[in-house]
Nanobody
Framework: QVQLVESGGGLVQAGGSLRLSCAASGNIFSINRMGWYRQAPGKQRELVARISRTGITNYVDSVKGRFTISRDNAKNTVFLQMDSLNTEDTAVYYC?????????????????WGQGTLVTVSS
């Protein structure tokens, strides 16, 4: 029905940069909030950054000043520019989006997740 496809993960040395992308597709009325979460081995999934449809952003403290989230509403895509990466950023990164989709009972919200992309930062 709706799909989130992530790309851009990989292996990078500490201090380097990566750019994640996540494209949404499907039968969608609108995409509301979009964001990125991550889950490191042995840890719970945590919010990294999110952005509203109007561009209001929130970041977890540990990435402030290093990561930048942005979105292209025309292309239903959200990005995460990650700079000054360190080994603690190593995790599987998941794209998340809150959609409004058409249903038999009218428009309804849908919370969807991507499949995850691995980011590995080496020392």
């Amino acid at each position: 029905q709706v799909q989130l496809v992530e790309s851009g993960g990989g292996l990078v040395q500490a201090g380097g940069s990566l750019r994640l992308s996540c494209a949404a597709s499907g039968n969608i009325f609108s995409i509301n909030r979009m964001g990125w979460y991550r889950q490191a081995p042995g840890k719970q999934r945590e919010l990294v950054a999110r952005i509203s449809r109007t561009g209001i952003t929130n970041y977890v403290d540990s990435v402030k000043g290093r990561f930048t989230i942005s979105r292209d509403n025309a292309k239903n895509t959200v990005f995460l520019q990650m700079d000054s990466l360190n080994t603690e950023d190593t995790a599987v990164y998941y794209c998340n989006a809150v959609f409004t989709i058409p249903t038999m009972s009218g428009p309804n919200p849908l919370d969807a997740w991507g499949q995850g992309t691995l980011v590995t930062v080496s020392s």
